[in-house]
Protein backbone atom coordinates (compact mmCIF):
# COMPACT_ATOMS: atom_id res chain seq x y z
CA UNK A 1 0.00 0.00 0.00
CA UNK A 2 1.55 3.81 -0.80
CA UNK A 3 1.57 5.85 1.48
CA UNK A 4 1.31 8.60 -1.12
CA UNK A 5 -1.38 11.40 -0.61
CA UNK A 6 -1.58 10.24 3.01
CA UNK A 7 -0.93 13.83 5.00
CA UNK A 8 0.77 12.81 8.11
CA UNK A 9 1.89 15.32 11.24
CA UNK A 10 4.73 15.60 13.63
CA UNK A 11 4.39 17.30 17.13
CA UNK A 12 7.85 18.37 18.60
CA UNK A 13 8.89 18.75 21.85
CA UNK A 14 10.16 21.64 23.73
CA UNK A 15 13.14 23.03 21.92
CA UNK A 16 14.51 20.02 19.53
CA UNK A 17 16.22 19.16 16.75
CA UNK A 18 14.52 15.91 14.75
CA UNK A 19 14.84 14.10 11.26
CA UNK A 20 10.99 14.00 10.77
CA UNK A 21 11.34 11.95 7.76
CA UNK A 22 14.34 10.55 5.47
CA UNK A 23 13.86 10.76 2.04
CA UNK A 24 11.52 12.89 -0.57
CA UNK A 25 7.88 14.16 0.47
CA UNK A 26 5.62 17.62 0.89
CA UNK A 27 5.24 19.95 3.36
CA UNK A 28 2.01 21.13 3.71
CA UNK A 29 1.57 23.17 6.94
CA UNK A 30 3.65 24.23 10.25
CA UNK A 31 1.50 25.59 12.93
CA UNK A 32 3.32 26.23 16.28
CA UNK A 33 3.74 28.88 19.85
CA UNK A 34 7.82 30.54 19.83
CA UNK A 35 9.02 32.04 23.17
CA UNK A 36 10.24 35.65 22.65
CA UNK A 37 13.61 35.37 20.90
CA UNK A 38 12.61 32.13 19.39
CA UNK A 39 12.32 30.63 16.18
CA UNK A 40 11.43 27.35 14.26
CA UNK A 41 13.38 26.06 11.04
CA UNK A 42 12.51 23.27 8.77
CA UNK A 43 15.23 22.30 6.73
CA UNK A 44 15.66 19.74 3.25
CA UNK A 45 18.14 17.27 5.18
CA UNK A 46 18.51 13.99 7.07
CA UNK A 47 21.78 15.18 8.60
CA UNK A 48 21.17 16.37 12.06
CA UNK A 49 25.18 17.23 12.39
CA UNK A 50 26.32 20.64 13.26
CA UNK A 51 27.40 21.72 10.11
CA UNK A 52 25.08 23.83 9.12
CA UNK A 53 23.73 25.31 12.37
CA UNK A 54 20.30 24.25 11.70
CA UNK A 55 19.21 26.97 14.21
CA UNK A 56 20.46 29.93 11.59
CA UNK A 57 19.34 30.78 8.09
CA UNK A 58 22.55 29.93 6.28
CA UNK A 59 22.08 26.74 4.24
CA UNK A 60 20.38 26.60 0.49
CA UNK A 61 18.09 23.60 2.02
CA UNK A 62 15.91 25.79 4.51
CA UNK A 63 12.32 25.06 3.56
CA UNK A 64 10.78 27.26 5.91
CA UNK A 65 12.21 29.68 8.20
CA UNK A 66 9.94 31.88 11.33
CA UNK A 67 11.63 33.93 14.15
CA UNK A 68 13.67 35.14 16.28
CA UNK A 69 10.29 36.83 17.22
CA UNK A 70 9.92 40.08 19.22
CA UNK A 71 7.03 39.04 21.11
CA UNK A 72 6.08 35.25 22.04
CA UNK A 73 2.84 34.02 20.49
CA UNK A 74 1.57 31.81 18.46
CA UNK A 75 2.10 31.28 14.17
CA UNK A 76 0.10 29.18 11.13
CA UNK A 77 2.18 28.74 7.79
CA UNK A 78 0.06 27.18 5.08
CA UNK A 79 2.41 25.98 1.65
CA UNK A 80 -0.50 25.52 -1.12
CA UNK A 81 -0.19 22.96 -2.76
CA UNK A 82 2.71 22.01 -0.89
CA UNK A 83 6.71 22.46 -1.14
CA UNK A 84 8.56 19.27 -1.71
CA UNK A 85 11.79 17.91 0.15
CA UNK A 86 13.92 15.75 -1.56
CA UNK A 87 16.70 14.25 1.39
CA UNK A 88 14.41 14.72 4.30
CA UNK A 89 12.84 17.01 6.69
CA UNK A 90 14.17 18.02 9.60
CA UNK A 91 12.94 20.88 12.07
CA UNK A 92 14.80 22.92 14.36
CA UNK A 93 13.71 24.74 17.07
CA UNK A 94 15.01 26.89 19.96
CA UNK A 95 13.89 26.27 23.62
CA UNK A 96 10.43 26.14 24.69
CA UNK A 97 9.30 26.49 21.27
CA UNK A 98 6.77 23.89 19.81
CA UNK A 99 5.81 22.92 16.04
CA UNK A 100 3.53 20.89 14.80
CA UNK A 101 4.26 19.92 10.99
CA UNK A 102 1.90 18.74 8.61
CA UNK A 103 3.59 16.43 5.75
CA UNK A 104 3.70 13.41 3.53
Known amino acids: MS ?3 RARS ?12 RGSGSLYAVHGYIPQG ?3 KLEN ?9 LNA ?7 AYYGPVTAAGVFSV ?22 TIVYE
Open 57 to 63: VSSNATV
Open 38 to 40: GSV
Open 10 to 21: YTSAVGSNYLVK
Open 78 to 99: NFSPGVGFDDGLVIAATSNARA
Open 45 to 53: TADLGAAPN
Open 3 to 5: DRG
